[in-house]
Every structure is written in structure tokens, then in C-alpha cells.
């Protein structure tokens, strides 16, 4: 399988959001306990905030189907998504291609 680069932009903070959290946390979780997502986390320093995730999968279509289950993405929380098949030049990633 290879690795793809999923990036999302988060719409500004609202409550919904912060109440849906626990449920996007759990399905990342999840993604991370079946070996689907190999790294994640926030863009801090970006406006607007994001964050980048690691995804493995056999096509953008396939982890863009994947993603759509996100809650974040299901409640409208992500202004944008971005999803590419990243080809690692050096260093690992386990699992990874």
C-alpha cells in the first residue's frame, strides 16, 4: 500500500465542533489501531488551522472514501481537504511504501 497526505483546513471553532471532537479523536483512533493511519496531527501555525494525517491506502479515491467517515468532515468542520499520494524520498514511515 502507499502512503498519502491528506490535509485539512478547519472552518473557525464553534461549539458543535468542539462537541463533535470526541467522536473525530475516536475515529482517528480507530484509523490508527487498524494500521489505516500512520501519523497525524494539528497544523498550529497555519490560519486557518488544520491539520495533516498520514493515511495508507491503494488510491486517493479509497482514502478520500476513507476520510469521508471522519465526524469533522460528516458535520461540515472542514473548509478544505486535500488528498495526494505521497512518494517518500528518505527516512520511513512503518507500513508505509
Known amino acids: 500500500m502507499a502512503a498519502y497526505a491528506v490535509t ?5 471553532e464553534t461549539e458543535e465542533m468542539t462537541e ?13 489501531e487498524q494500521g489505516t493511519l500512520l501519523v497525524s496531527g494539528r497544523l498550529t501555525e497555519a490560519d486557518p488551522l488544520g491539520a495533516l494525517l498520514i ?3 491503494e488510491s486517493v ?11 469533522f468532515h460528516q458535520g461540515g468542520f472542514i ?5 495526494r499520494r505521497w512518494n517518500i524520498a528518505f527516512g520511513s514511515i512503518e507500513g508505509a511504501e
Open 79 to 83: 473548509a478544505e481537504r486535500t488528498v
Open 61 to 71: 479515491d479509497e482514502v478520500t472514501e476513507i476520510m469521508n467517515g471522519d465526524p
Open 20 to 32: 463533535t471532537r470526541p467522536s473525530h479523536v475516536e475515529f482517528l483512533k480507530d484509523l490508527n
Open 55 to 57: 493515511i495508507q491506502g
Open 8 to 12: 485539512y483546513a478547519y472552518v473557525p
